[in-house]
Protein backbone atom coordinates (compact mmCIF):
# COMPACT_ATOMS: atom_id res chain seq x y z
CA UNK A 1 0.00 0.00 0.00
CA UNK A 2 3.03 2.22 0.65
CA UNK A 3 4.50 1.64 -3.07
CA UNK A 4 0.72 2.53 -4.03
CA UNK A 5 0.62 5.82 -2.24
CA UNK A 6 4.05 7.17 -3.33
CA UNK A 7 2.56 6.98 -6.85
CA UNK A 8 -0.17 9.03 -6.60
CA UNK A 9 -0.94 12.90 -6.45
CA UNK A 10 1.06 14.36 -2.88
CA UNK A 11 -2.33 15.66 -1.33
CA UNK A 12 -4.62 12.32 -2.04
CA UNK A 13 -1.48 10.06 -0.91
CA UNK A 14 -1.42 12.67 2.49
CA UNK A 15 -5.34 11.88 3.24
CA UNK A 16 -5.14 8.38 2.34
CA UNK A 17 -2.26 7.88 4.69
CA UNK A 18 -4.04 9.49 7.39
CA UNK A 19 -6.63 6.62 7.07
CA UNK A 20 -4.57 4.11 7.08
CA UNK A 21 -2.94 5.12 9.93
CA UNK A 22 -6.31 5.46 11.49
CA UNK A 23 -6.55 9.32 11.84
CA UNK A 24 -9.85 11.03 10.81
CA UNK A 25 -10.01 12.68 7.46
CA UNK A 26 -11.55 16.42 8.03
CA UNK A 27 -14.32 17.61 6.14
CA UNK A 28 -11.59 19.25 3.45
CA UNK A 29 -10.02 15.90 2.41
CA UNK A 30 -13.07 13.69 1.76
CA UNK A 31 -13.96 16.92 -0.43
CA UNK A 32 -10.88 16.33 -2.32
CA UNK A 33 -11.17 12.88 -2.56
CA UNK A 34 -14.50 13.19 -4.25
CA UNK A 35 -12.16 14.72 -7.20
CA UNK A 36 -10.09 11.47 -6.97
CA UNK A 37 -9.81 10.03 -10.77
CA UNK A 38 -7.74 7.27 -12.34
CA UNK A 39 -5.05 6.00 -10.68
CA UNK A 40 -6.16 8.43 -7.02
CA UNK A 41 -9.45 7.09 -7.09
CA UNK A 42 -8.07 3.23 -7.57
CA UNK A 43 -5.75 3.71 -4.71
CA UNK A 44 -9.22 5.29 -2.69
CA UNK A 45 -10.93 1.86 -3.50
CA UNK A 46 -8.04 -0.02 -2.12
CA UNK A 47 -7.76 2.28 1.10
CA UNK A 48 -11.00 1.57 1.37
CA UNK A 49 -11.43 -2.32 1.11
CA UNK A 50 -8.36 -2.36 3.13
CA UNK A 51 -9.72 -0.66 6.18
CA UNK A 52 -13.16 -2.72 5.39
CA UNK A 53 -11.16 -5.52 5.73
CA UNK A 54 -9.28 -5.00 8.65
CA UNK A 55 -12.60 -3.60 10.65
CA UNK A 56 -15.25 -6.51 9.78
CA UNK A 57 -12.75 -9.05 7.61
CA UNK A 58 -14.71 -10.63 4.89
CA UNK A 59 -18.15 -11.25 5.72
CA UNK A 60 -20.98 -9.58 4.24
CA UNK A 61 -24.12 -9.43 6.06
CA UNK A 62 -28.13 -8.83 5.56
CA UNK A 63 -31.16 -8.72 7.23
CA UNK A 64 -34.62 -10.76 6.27
CA UNK A 65 -36.51 -8.34 6.56
CA UNK A 66 -40.07 -6.71 4.50
CA UNK A 67 -40.68 -3.73 4.05
CA UNK A 68 -44.43 -1.96 4.70
CA UNK A 69 -45.08 1.54 3.80
CA UNK A 70 -48.41 1.72 5.46
CA UNK A 71 -49.83 4.70 3.74
CA UNK A 72 -48.77 6.84 0.54
CA UNK A 73 -51.31 9.55 2.00
CA UNK A 74 -48.74 13.03 2.85
CA UNK A 75 -49.13 16.45 3.45
CA UNK A 76 -45.27 17.04 2.72
CA UNK A 77 -43.87 18.79 -0.46
CA UNK A 78 -40.58 16.85 -1.17
CA UNK A 79 -39.52 17.46 -4.43
CA UNK A 80 -37.44 14.21 -4.55
CA UNK A 81 -40.44 11.87 -3.80
CA UNK A 82 -42.69 10.15 -6.41
CA UNK A 83 -44.04 7.98 -3.46
CA UNK A 84 -46.80 10.67 -1.99
CA UNK A 85 -49.93 10.94 -2.90
CA UNK A 86 -52.14 14.34 -1.97
CA UNK A 87 -54.65 13.31 1.33
CA UNK A 88 -57.60 14.40 -1.23
CA UNK A 89 -56.84 11.61 -4.10
CA UNK A 90 -58.92 9.18 -3.04
CA UNK A 91 -58.06 7.31 -6.13
CA UNK A 92 -54.39 6.85 -6.00
CA UNK A 93 -53.64 7.20 -2.43
CA UNK A 94 -54.40 4.46 0.31
CA UNK A 95 -53.98 3.78 3.73
CA UNK A 96 -53.61 0.24 5.28
CA UNK A 97 -55.39 -1.10 9.04
CA UNK A 98 -53.82 -2.24 11.33
CA UNK A 99 -54.72 -5.84 10.60
CA UNK A 100 -53.90 -5.38 6.90
CA UNK A 101 -50.03 -4.23 8.79
CA UNK A 102 -49.81 -6.97 10.68
CA UNK A 103 -51.13 -9.82 8.16
CA UNK A 104 -47.46 -8.41 5.78
CA UNK A 105 -45.77 -8.84 9.03
CA UNK A 106 -47.11 -12.82 9.99
CA UNK A 107 -46.44 -13.34 6.22
CA UNK A 108 -43.22 -12.05 6.51
CA UNK A 109 -42.77 -14.08 9.46
CA UNK A 110 -43.54 -17.15 7.84
CA UNK A 111 -41.35 -16.74 5.27
CA UNK A 112 -38.36 -16.57 7.65
CA UNK A 113 -37.99 -12.83 8.20
CA UNK A 114 -36.98 -11.31 11.51
CA UNK A 115 -37.61 -8.02 11.11
CA UNK A 116 -40.16 -5.67 9.29
CA UNK A 117 -39.31 -2.07 8.36
CA UNK A 118 -42.11 -0.06 8.65
CA UNK A 119 -42.77 3.52 7.27
CA UNK A 120 -44.81 6.13 5.57
CA UNK A 121 -46.01 8.86 4.55
CA UNK A 122 -47.50 11.90 7.09
CA UNK A 123 -51.04 11.28 6.64
CA UNK A 124 -53.41 13.90 8.63
CA UNK A 125 -55.88 11.47 8.95
CA UNK A 126 -54.34 8.95 11.22
CA UNK A 127 -54.25 9.75 14.93
CA UNK A 128 -50.81 9.51 17.11
CA UNK A 129 -51.88 6.64 18.75
CA UNK A 130 -52.23 4.37 15.18
CA UNK A 131 -48.62 3.95 15.62
CA UNK A 132 -48.27 2.59 18.68
CA UNK A 133 -50.88 0.21 17.51
CA UNK A 134 -48.91 -0.85 15.34
CA UNK A 135 -45.70 -1.74 17.01
CA UNK A 136 -48.74 -3.44 19.55
CA UNK A 137 -50.60 -5.51 17.36
CA UNK A 138 -47.60 -7.10 15.57
CA UNK A 139 -45.56 -7.65 19.03
CA UNK A 140 -49.22 -9.29 20.32
CA UNK A 141 -49.20 -11.44 17.02
CA UNK A 142 -45.54 -11.96 16.78
CA UNK A 143 -43.28 -11.25 20.14
CA UNK A 144 -40.16 -11.88 18.53
CA UNK A 145 -40.36 -10.05 15.62
CA UNK A 146 -37.85 -7.06 15.22
CA UNK A 147 -39.92 -3.95 14.61
CA UNK A 148 -37.36 -0.83 12.65
CA UNK A 149 -40.01 1.81 12.00
CA UNK A 150 -40.91 5.28 11.81
CA UNK A 151 -38.50 8.32 10.55
CA UNK A 152 -37.26 10.84 12.62
CA UNK A 153 -40.22 13.30 10.21
CA UNK A 154 -42.49 10.71 10.91
CA UNK A 155 -42.15 10.86 14.64
CA UNK A 156 -41.88 14.75 14.48
CA UNK A 157 -45.03 15.15 12.81
CA UNK A 158 -47.25 12.36 15.09
CA UNK A 159 -45.97 13.84 18.15
CA UNK A 160 -46.59 17.50 17.30
CA UNK A 161 -49.86 15.82 16.43
CA UNK A 162 -50.11 14.34 19.85
CA UNK A 163 -48.87 17.35 21.73
CA UNK A 164 -46.16 16.11 23.36
CA UNK A 165 -42.44 16.14 23.18
CA UNK A 166 -40.60 14.05 20.72
CA UNK A 167 -39.17 12.13 23.61
CA UNK A 168 -42.56 11.31 25.45
CA UNK A 169 -43.58 9.99 21.86
CA UNK A 170 -40.26 7.76 21.39
CA UNK A 171 -40.68 6.81 24.96
CA UNK A 172 -44.32 5.74 24.21
CA UNK A 173 -43.27 3.68 21.11
CA UNK A 174 -40.41 1.86 22.70
CA UNK A 175 -42.96 0.77 25.32
CA UNK A 176 -45.37 -0.24 22.73
CA UNK A 177 -43.00 -2.54 20.89
CA UNK A 178 -40.61 -0.33 18.74
CA UNK A 179 -36.95 -1.88 18.52
CA UNK A 180 -35.19 0.47 16.76
CA UNK A 181 -35.59 3.57 14.13
CA UNK A 182 -34.15 4.30 10.31
CA UNK A 183 -32.69 7.64 10.25
CA UNK A 184 -33.86 7.94 7.01
CA UNK A 185 -35.44 11.72 6.47
CA UNK A 186 -31.85 12.99 6.81
CA UNK A 187 -31.59 13.62 2.87
CA UNK A 188 -28.35 15.91 3.02
CA UNK A 189 -28.01 17.25 6.05
CA UNK A 190 -27.48 20.76 5.34
CA UNK A 191 -30.19 23.19 5.61
CA UNK A 192 -28.89 25.40 2.02
CA UNK A 193 -30.35 21.89 0.33
CA UNK A 194 -32.71 20.90 2.31
CA UNK A 195 -34.93 24.58 1.65
CA UNK A 196 -34.96 23.05 -1.94
CA UNK A 197 -35.27 19.64 -2.27
CA UNK A 198 -37.74 19.15 0.91
CA UNK A 199 -38.62 22.90 2.49
CA UNK A 200 -41.17 21.89 4.49
CA UNK A 201 -39.47 18.76 6.39
CA UNK A 202 -37.96 18.95 9.74
CA UNK A 203 -34.49 20.95 9.45
CA UNK A 204 -30.84 19.67 10.53
CA UNK A 205 -31.33 20.71 14.44
CA UNK A 206 -34.71 18.94 14.14
CA UNK A 207 -33.41 15.29 12.43
CA UNK A 208 -30.48 15.82 15.22
CA UNK A 209 -32.70 16.13 18.24
CA UNK A 210 -35.48 13.42 17.31
CA UNK A 211 -32.52 10.69 16.35
CA UNK A 212 -30.68 11.99 19.62
CA UNK A 213 -33.52 11.30 21.39
CA UNK A 214 -33.80 8.03 20.05
CA UNK A 215 -30.57 7.32 20.87
CA UNK A 216 -30.85 8.52 25.22
CA UNK A 217 -34.12 6.04 25.04
CA UNK A 218 -31.59 3.34 23.85
CA UNK A 219 -33.24 3.03 20.41
CA UNK A 220 -30.64 2.25 18.10
CA UNK A 221 -31.18 3.90 14.86
CA UNK A 222 -29.16 3.73 11.52
CA UNK A 223 -27.81 6.77 9.69
CA UNK A 224 -28.59 7.90 6.04
CA UNK A 225 -27.99 10.11 2.86
CA UNK A 226 -29.77 10.57 -0.03
CA UNK A 227 -26.66 11.73 -2.18
CA UNK A 228 -26.52 12.70 -5.99
CA UNK A 229 -29.07 15.43 -7.01
CA UNK A 230 -28.20 19.23 -5.99
CA UNK A 231 -25.83 18.77 -3.05
CA UNK A 232 -21.82 19.47 -3.83
CA UNK A 233 -19.03 17.27 -2.48
CA UNK A 234 -18.59 19.55 0.43
CA UNK A 235 -21.92 18.83 1.50
CA UNK A 236 -21.67 15.41 1.55
CA UNK A 237 -18.17 15.50 3.65
CA UNK A 238 -20.16 17.68 5.94
CA UNK A 239 -23.02 15.27 6.07
CA UNK A 240 -20.54 12.40 7.25
CA UNK A 241 -18.57 14.83 9.15
CA UNK A 242 -22.76 15.56 11.31
CA UNK A 243 -23.41 11.60 11.31
CA UNK A 244 -19.30 10.97 12.65
CA UNK A 245 -19.91 13.86 15.48
CA UNK A 246 -22.67 12.38 16.59
CA UNK A 247 -21.70 9.02 16.93
CA UNK A 248 -18.54 9.69 18.73
CA UNK A 249 -21.28 11.40 21.90
CA UNK A 250 -23.68 8.48 21.36
CA UNK A 251 -22.67 5.52 19.75
CA UNK A 252 -25.88 4.11 18.56
CA UNK A 253 -26.15 3.96 14.85
CA UNK A 254 -25.86 0.58 13.98
CA UNK A 255 -24.66 0.93 10.34
CA UNK A 256 -24.42 4.01 7.40
CA UNK A 257 -26.50 3.61 4.30
CA UNK A 258 -25.67 5.61 1.22
CA UNK A 259 -29.04 6.33 -0.80
CA UNK A 260 -28.60 7.13 -4.31
CA UNK A 261 -31.17 9.48 -5.61
CA UNK A 262 -33.52 8.22 -8.04
CA UNK A 263 -34.47 10.68 -10.22
CA UNK A 264 -36.45 9.52 -13.50
CA UNK A 265 -40.45 10.71 -12.24
CA UNK A 266 -39.66 13.05 -9.50
CA UNK A 267 -40.00 16.98 -9.29
CA UNK A 268 -36.83 17.97 -8.84
CA UNK A 269 -35.78 16.50 -12.03
CA UNK A 270 -39.04 17.29 -13.82
CA UNK A 271 -38.41 20.88 -12.76
CA UNK A 272 -34.82 21.08 -14.40
CA UNK A 273 -33.40 21.50 -11.04
CA UNK A 274 -30.80 18.57 -11.22
CA UNK A 275 -29.42 16.46 -13.83
CA UNK A 276 -30.03 12.79 -14.35
CA UNK A 277 -28.38 10.54 -11.72
CA UNK A 278 -24.86 10.17 -11.00
CA UNK A 279 -22.37 7.75 -12.97
CA UNK A 280 -21.47 4.41 -11.03
CA UNK A 281 -18.05 5.49 -10.50
CA UNK A 282 -19.40 8.53 -8.17
CA UNK A 283 -21.84 5.72 -6.78
CA UNK A 284 -18.77 3.60 -5.75
CA UNK A 285 -16.99 6.95 -4.39
CA UNK A 286 -19.42 7.95 -1.59
CA UNK A 287 -19.28 4.37 -0.05
CA UNK A 288 -15.04 4.12 -0.27
CA UNK A 289 -14.91 7.73 0.87
CA UNK A 290 -17.68 6.86 3.93
CA UNK A 291 -15.68 3.80 5.35
CA UNK A 292 -12.45 6.20 5.52
CA UNK A 293 -14.72 9.69 7.38
CA UNK A 294 -16.30 7.11 9.47
CA UNK A 295 -13.62 4.71 10.46
CA UNK A 296 -13.39 3.61 13.75
CA UNK A 297 -16.86 4.96 14.72
CA UNK A 298 -19.35 3.00 12.55
CA UNK A 299 -18.14 -0.41 11.31
CA UNK A 300 -21.02 -1.26 8.90
CA UNK A 301 -21.61 0.60 5.68
CA UNK A 302 -24.53 -0.77 4.07
CA UNK A 303 -25.39 -0.99 -0.30
CA UNK A 304 -28.73 -0.18 -0.89
CA UNK A 305 -29.27 -2.73 -3.89
CA UNK A 306 -32.55 -1.61 -5.23
CA UNK A 307 -31.06 1.69 -5.42
CA UNK A 308 -27.56 0.73 -7.46
CA UNK A 309 -28.84 -2.52 -8.77
CA UNK A 310 -27.29 -5.85 -7.93
CA UNK A 311 -24.26 -5.57 -9.86
CA UNK A 312 -23.03 -1.90 -8.90
CA UNK A 313 -24.09 -2.88 -5.22
CA UNK A 314 -21.29 -5.82 -5.57
CA UNK A 315 -18.42 -3.71 -6.74
CA UNK A 316 -19.53 -1.42 -4.02
CA UNK A 317 -18.35 -4.51 -1.88
CA UNK A 318 -14.40 -3.98 -2.68
CA UNK A 319 -14.50 -0.09 -2.37
CA UNK A 320 -15.27 -0.24 1.46
CA UNK A 321 -19.29 -1.60 2.03
CA UNK A 322 -19.45 -5.01 3.88
CA UNK A 323 -23.34 -5.03 4.76
CA UNK A 324 -25.96 -6.13 1.84
CA UNK A 325 -29.34 -4.63 3.57
CA UNK A 326 -32.46 -6.79 3.56
CA UNK A 327 -34.35 -8.77 1.52
CA UNK A 328 -37.40 -6.35 1.42
CA UNK A 329 -39.80 -8.41 0.07
CA UNK A 330 -41.56 -5.19 -1.19
CA UNK A 331 -40.49 -1.63 -1.75
CA UNK A 332 -42.57 0.98 -3.42
CA UNK A 333 -40.06 4.42 -2.91
CA UNK A 334 -37.57 3.77 -5.14
CA UNK A 335 -39.74 1.83 -7.42
CA UNK A 336 -42.38 5.07 -8.12
CA UNK A 337 -38.88 7.10 -8.46
CA UNK A 338 -37.93 5.56 -11.17
CA UNK A 339 -35.78 2.21 -10.15
CA UNK A 340 -35.58 -0.60 -12.45
CA UNK A 341 -34.54 -3.12 -9.79
CA UNK A 342 -36.64 -5.47 -8.45
CA UNK A 343 -38.46 -5.18 -5.02
CA UNK A 344 -37.70 -8.81 -3.43
CA UNK A 345 -34.48 -11.00 -3.21
CA UNK A 346 -34.62 -14.13 -1.52
CA UNK A 347 -31.91 -15.25 0.79
CA UNK A 348 -30.99 -17.38 -1.30
CA UNK A 349 -30.48 -14.53 -3.95
CA UNK A 350 -28.13 -13.30 -1.63
CA UNK A 351 -26.14 -16.31 -0.63
CA UNK A 352 -25.41 -16.28 -4.15
CA UNK A 353 -24.32 -12.72 -5.11
CA UNK A 354 -22.32 -12.58 -2.41
CA UNK A 355 -20.47 -15.57 -2.71
CA UNK A 356 -20.41 -14.70 -6.16
CA UNK A 357 -17.68 -11.86 -4.73
CA UNK A 358 -16.01 -14.48 -3.27
CA UNK A 359 -17.16 -13.45 0.32
CA UNK A 360 -19.35 -15.06 3.35
CA UNK A 361 -22.76 -14.35 3.54
CA UNK A 362 -24.06 -14.15 7.17
CA UNK A 363 -27.74 -13.60 8.09
CA UNK A 364 -27.81 -10.94 10.76
CA UNK A 365 -30.26 -9.35 13.13
CA UNK A 366 -31.34 -6.02 12.84
CA UNK A 367 -28.64 -4.70 15.24
CA UNK A 368 -25.67 -7.21 13.65
CA UNK A 369 -26.02 -10.11 15.92
CA UNK A 370 -25.06 -13.07 13.77
CA UNK A 371 -28.21 -15.86 13.19
CA UNK A 372 -26.76 -17.88 10.25
CA UNK A 373 -23.12 -17.85 8.47
CA UNK A 374 -23.81 -19.39 5.11
CA UNK A 375 -20.49 -20.85 3.98
Given amino acids: MDRMLQTIDVTTARILDKAVEGKEISVEDA ?12 VLIMVANELRKSVVGDNVTFVHNRNINFTNYCVGSCLFCAFRCSPHDSKNGYSLTIEQIVSKAVEASELGATEVCIQGGLNPELKPNFYFRICEAIKDRLPEMHIHAFSPMEVLFASRNMGCTVKDFLRQLKSSGLDSMPGTAA ?21 KGVIS ?45 PLRFIHANTDLYKQGLCGPQLSGMEDIKVHAIARLMLNGFINNIQVSWV ?41 EEFEELIKSCNRTPVQRTTTYEVIKVLS
Fill in 213 to 257: AAHQLHIPTSATMMYGHIEKPVHRAMHLNIIRSMQKQEGCFTEFV
Fill in 307 to 347: KLGKRLAQVCLFAGANDFGGTLMEEHISRLAGSHSPSFLTV
Fill in 187 to 207: EILDDSIRNTICPDKLNVVEW
Fill in 31 to 42: SNLFAAENRELI
